[in-house]
């Protein structure tokens, strides 16, 4: 169809005067006056009553899960004082380093140094009627023994924090590519309407705090509207949304109209994707402005909650970031990413591991039977683990010990989102060098994700520049179906 300056001047003229404009309708919206004709269509479309956005023809097939809670450890937990107990290498411990295990691989900061083994610092013990074998430095994890799954045959591709922190996250290490927070609520939506579907807190506690860049939680080349949104521990927990002083919401609700309007008329002419970001952000964050001042308010949480998770209120500690989590899955957002920054622990290894350990360990616990209590579990998928895990040989010197960076076997536990509790999966070899059993690989654990939620990672694409891109990338990824209830 030919373009025409007269229809085009009607659809402004149309937009500018109707009382039904993106604007208008989405404060009707808000005030639970739409039409539930316009409403109902829209979710009707998008794949039923209980989601809004999402992809059409997704779930591929039924869902296990709902949504996603990942309590991020970033800095790379020891599995070898938290999850995989190496009885040779506690024999070993002093002695040098086997050269048969370190010949030719990438070591981080141990390059050229005398390699000595460093033998697990904590007794482990067996917990649950499963027997998973856990250290005495988590005594709230081993409490929950038989509800995890611990994967102890983890490995990645990059041996330093931001690289592999972006495998993690992204599934490669070039920057720029969509998080999968961000392609779960791409593929999926939300089922909020006043709240993010992908939302980020962050905490820290331990030895050198890693920084974390922001695009971790990014869109890359999906629309921005999918990119995680950081709530801050001080101040207001999402900037910019409250009123200027002399703003009352009426005025800004006639700002917003306005603006809406103006940005539907140039998604007319330009059809840029960016431009129904735009519209749908400057709404999201007007509805953010009711509900994220009663989400951040703990004053409806018994006392007894309170003291499971160990929070005194929403403070930024991890304990106060795994209570808003569940606050956050109970309205509704689909990916909840908590990042504890402190792992980072190349000397004074036990000081800190009991650090970290004290501040992440009851909350992270807490968490899995807070959900399983409230019956949320079932529909919840709990991932707990860092980028890395860290080397069995000793680091430091004139100081109390630590451990290097280690990308070729590392351990994770996953709880709820229909993966079986009390389950060990994978191996280390006998040192906890190698993963040699049932290997995984960081795109295996977002195949599983992503099956969990109903989506066939083969199957769940996007188009750019010329390829179909995908969050598993074009390399081999299973799903780990023996883990799968």
């Known amino acids: 169809m030919a373009f025409s300056p007269l229809l085009h001047s009607t659809r402004r003229a149309f937009l500018g005067?109707?009382?039904?404009?993106?604007?208008?309708?989405?404060?009707?919206?808000?005030?639970?006056?739409?039409?539930?004709?316009?409403?109902?269509?829209?979710?009707?479309?998008?794949?039923?009553?209980?989601?809004?956005?999402?992809?059409?023809?997704?779930?591929?097939?039924?869902?296990?899960?709902?949504?996603?809670?990942?309590?991020?450890?970033?800095?790379?937990?020891?599995?070898?004082?938290?999850?995989?107990?190496?009885?040779?290498?506690?024999?070993?411990?002093?002695?040098?380093?086997?050269?048969?295990?370190?010949?030719?691989?990438p070591i981080a900061q141990l390059q050229g140094q005398e390699l000595k083994c460093l033998g697990p610092r904590f007794r482990f013990r067996k917990h649950g009627q499963s027997g998973q074998e856990i250290a005495d430095c988590l005594p709230a994890t081993a409490r929950i023994a038989d509800e995890i799954c611990i994967i102890r045959s983890m490995y990645t591709d990059q041996i330093n924090h931001d690289p592999a922190h972006t495998v993690m996250n992204t599934g490669t290490s070039l920057s720029g590519r969509p998080s999968m927070g961000s392609w779960v609520t791409y593929g999926l939506g939300s089922e909020a309407d006043d709240l993010p579907g992908f939302v980020v807190l962050t905490s820290e506690g331990g030895r050198n705090p890693q920084p974390i860049a922001s695009?971790?939680?990014?869109?890359?080349?999906?629309?921005?509207?999918?990119?995680?949104?950081?709530?801050?521990?001080?101040?207001?927990?999402?900037?910019?949304?409250?009123?200027?002083?002399?703003?009352?919401?009426?005025?800004?609700?006639?700002?917003?109209?306005?603006?809406?309007?103006?940005?539907?008329?140039?998604?007319?002419?330009?059809?840029?994707?960016?431009?129904?970001?735009?519209?749908?952000?400057?709404?999201?964050?007007?509805?953010?402005?009711l509900s994220v001042p009663e989400l951040t308010d703990f004053s409806d949480e018994p006392e007894e909650v309170l003291r499971l998770y160990g929070a005194d209120g929403p403070d930024g500690s991890f304990a106060a970031n795994c209570l808003m989590a569940r606050r956050l899955a109970e309205r509704g957002v689909r990916f909840i990413q908590l990042y504890h920054r402190g792992w980072d622990h190349h000397g004074d290894l036990v000081r800190y591991m009991n650090t970290c350990c004290r501040l992440c360990d009851g909350p992270s616990a807490a968490l899995v039977e807070d959900l399983k209590r409230r019956g949320m579990l079932e529909e919840t998928l709990v991932i707990w683990g860092g980028e890395f895990?860290?080397?069995?040989?000793?680091?430091?010197?004139?100081?109390?010990?630590?451990?290097?960076?280690?990308?070729?076997?590392?351990?994770?536990w996953l709880a709820g989102g229909g993966v079986r509790g009390g389950v060990s999966y994978g191996a280390t070899d006998e040192l906890g060098?190698?993963?040699?059993?049932?290997?995984?690989?960081?795109?295996?654990?977002?195949?599983?994700?992503?099956?969990?939620?109903g989506i066939d990672h083969k199957r769940f694409s996007h188009k750019f520049q010329g390829l179909d891109m995908r969050l598993t990338g074009v390399e081999d990824a299973r799903v780990l179906s023996d883990i799968l209830a």
């Open 17 to 105: 005067r109707t009382s039904l404009g993106i604007g208008s309708i989405a404060l009707a919206s808000l005030l639970g006056t739409t039409a539930r004709g316009v409403g109902a269509d829209r979710r009707g479309v998008l794949g039923g009553a209980d989601r809004l956005g999402g992809l059409p023809h997704l779930p591929h097939f039924a869902p296990k899960a709902k949504r996603v809670i990942f309590l991020y450890m970033s800095g790379g937990p020891s599995h070898l004082e938290t999850f995989d107990f190496k009885p040779e290498l506690a024999r070993r411990d002093g002695q040098p380093m086997p050269e048969s295990f370190t010949a030719g691989q």
């Open 389 to 412: 895990g860290r080397t069995p040989m000793f680091q430091g010197k004139g100081q109390e010990p630590g451990r290097d960076h280690h990308i070729k076997g590392f351990s994770m």
């Open 433 to 453: 060098y190698n993963a040699v059993e049932n290997p995984v690989h960081v795109r295996d654990l977002h195949a599983t994700m992503l099956h969990q939620l």
């Open 215 to 289: 695009r971790q939680w990014g869109s890359g080349f999906l629309p921005g509207k999918f990119q995680g949104v950081l709530f801050h521990s001080v101040g207001d927990p999402v900037h910019y949304i409250d009123n200027p002083p002399g703003v009352d919401r009426a005025g800004q609700r006639r700002l917003i109209d306005t603006v809406n309007e103006l940005n539907a008329i140039a998604g007319e002419r330009l059809a840029d994707p960016e431009l129904e970001t735009r519209i749908a952000q400057y709404e999201l964050a007007s509805r953010m402005q």
